[in-house]
T-cell receptor, first 112, second 116 residues
């Protein structure tokens, strides 16, 4: 069975500060890993994905994530957050069939 | 990136009626579409996978007679919530992908269903 754990329900960060969102996954084979962002009442936007190769993945909006197989983790980072980064962030895992399992999400609040 | 459009964005219906939600891939042919459900402040749960021209595959615990999925063309999949009840109120999101080993799936903007 595949599953995703996002340990942090809510994170508050100051504008300009760094951000790290944690994600741990369980998957029986080589996983496909994703980070999505969702604004209130909206669909999902893909930030980045990992299929294979370089374990440090660059995404849109200045985000990056690092795949660590030994820790079953795929943490998302951004060096300097902007107020527009306030949103809900979801980590997801799946295989080549793209049937994704999502984590519970982390709400990011950015304070001025 | 490719565009997936859902319609309507929100709908209110009376208990006992049925409501249809459309998911369209606007600029690519989607051989596979997925339907997810999201409860308030919760994550997305995969409901079913539909492949063009064949019956949908439902996840465990999802009532296929209640959530009818049709994927009649390569650009359109529909989800019909039959005999809706207040507990069916939720945010429904579709995603669509084309054929290919690493073809990405693109998400629609979601449909907010409220059953009164």
């Amino acid at each position: 069975a595949q599953s995703v754990t996002q340990p942090d329900i809510h994170i508050t960060v100051s504008e300009g500060a760094s951000l790290e969102l944690r994600c741990n996954y369980s998957y029986g084979a080589t996983p496909y890993l994703f980070w999505y962002v969702q604004s209130p009442g909206q669909g999902l936007q893909l930030l980045l994905k990992y299929f294979s190769g370089d374990t440090l993945v660059q995404g849109i909006k200045g985000f990056e994530a690092e795949f660590k197989r030994s820790q079953s983790s795929f943490n998302l980072r951004k060096p300097s957050v902007h107020w527009s980064d306030a949103a809900e962030y979801f980590c997801a895992v799946g295989g080549g069939d793209y049937k994704l399992s999502f984590g519970a999400g982390t709400t990011v609040t950015v304070r001025a | 990136g490719a565009v997936v459009s859902q319609h309507p964005s929100w709908v209110i219906c009376k208990s006992g009626t049925s409501v249809k939600i459309e998911c369209r891939s606007l600029d690519f042919q989607a051989t596979t579409m997925f339907w997810y459900r999201q409860f308030p402040k919760q994550s997305l749960m995969l409901m079913a996978t539909s492949n063009e021209g064949s019956k949908a595959t439902y996840e465990q615990g999802v009532e296929k007679d209640k959530f009818l999925i049709n994927h009649a063309s390569l650009t359109l999949s529909t989800l019909t919530v039959t005999s809706a009840h207040p507990e069916d109120s939720s945010f429904y999101i579709c995603s669509a992908r084309r054929t290919g080993i690493r073809a990405e799936a693109f998400f629609g903007q979601g449909t907010r269903l409220t059953v009164v």
